[in-house]
């Protein structure tokens, strides 16, 4: 089971006037590995967690900066999955240059929900099956 | 029947690495005004269009940038009403300074349409009496 | 000392699919509290900072979602000052309803760096003087 | 000369709650791409083009939707030449699916300026050269 990384480049309109990524921006870079987490290892994207009548939504994030990043940066955004708990799968993000630096390391915490309700439930098993074997391998750098 | 008019400042986070609003930005102030017309003047948010099973979504849209933005900026975005058609409504939707220095022209059509089908319908008629008066109150500049 | 507090709505293109809030907003609403925070409190925009070769780059934020939002609903953003250190503000920013209804708690911390080195600097005199008054007034809640 | 294409897949936070894209988020995609025009076939991305002293802000941009764009679609977005003028590049960016289906056309005119002045400058003799043998492949469809 390899490990599920997107390769992005930094965009010049994720950046400030500063002339480096906005503070916000990042959360569009790990949101988007998460939501591809989701899709191509979890097995059921999130528009079709919806049409099962249930959703992932997000409680918790955060990041650290490490290292300014500027446009045209080619970044490799990697998912680990440390946390799975009855509801909850908590995910690590991390953002590394070609060179191995460390640009940003980030957090995501997911719940599953009935959609309707919006109460919290188990994960299903299908997605848990998944999310074990996947922790396992990815669960900590 | 007062013109549609959203203050609003230009963010830090808006502008780009040349210290000036990042180009797709302004389609938020232009699409967010519309969405405030729909609101405040039509009678109906999208939300609430779309919870009566119709919708309102933009077949295109278009802007002129006039003169720059930076952060700080204070702008007042107004909406005009130019044409109205069977389905289609054509706002135009000017960013001014507080000088009166004119930044950016935009342009949003939005067609009516039916939310299952995604067919385009006849504007509905309450709509379509807001829109008249308005129209006629603020359609040219 | 007021504490600093944006009033803002729930935009329509802030939320995804589910009908609610995608997370990355949240972090523009966070940001931009900051943002006013230090042009209308801290006594120099992020700017004028850059311009006087400082700046305050964010080195960490989070946030915990407390109640889904949805469009059309209007918060009030606040801002506290939690930490003071060296070189470092740690801010507090929550999102209330009218009514009271905790959204969202977000936390942000900047450091004050030399723009050109961008290296960590002691806080300047002027910030400092006045981010010891507001975190004496609104340090926490 | 081969035509620039850039693959790329509509994400869940790029639409709304009606399910499909944002309007605004089309303009990331056809900025983005004609930045990558700029990085990859005018010889200088837009970071270097300001270390030079240059600039190739929008004056004009403008999209017609021609097919609702749902989250995980994947698209080809390319960009033809379609204008060349003294100061000024007229660009056209298509949004096809995988199938042929066209999705969005959109136009984006860049003025090349003096970053300094902000005033217009012919296109660099570079640029022009560049610019010219695209446009002679790619100017129209």
Redesign the interface.
Known sequence: MDRLVQARTV???D??????L????V??Y???AV?AWF?HVGGA???EL?AAGQ?A?????????RT?M???LRLNVSVLLETLGGSSLGFRVLGDGEDGTRYFEG??VSVAID?AT?RSIPIPPALRARAEAYAAAHGAE
């Open positions: 965009k010049w309109g950046c400030d006037p500063a002339g480096i906005y503070t916000p921006r959360f569009d790990i949101t988007e939501e899709s994207s999130w528009t919806i959703g939504p997000t409680v918790h994030t955060a990041v650290d900066f300014p500027e446009p045209g957090k995501l959609f919006r």
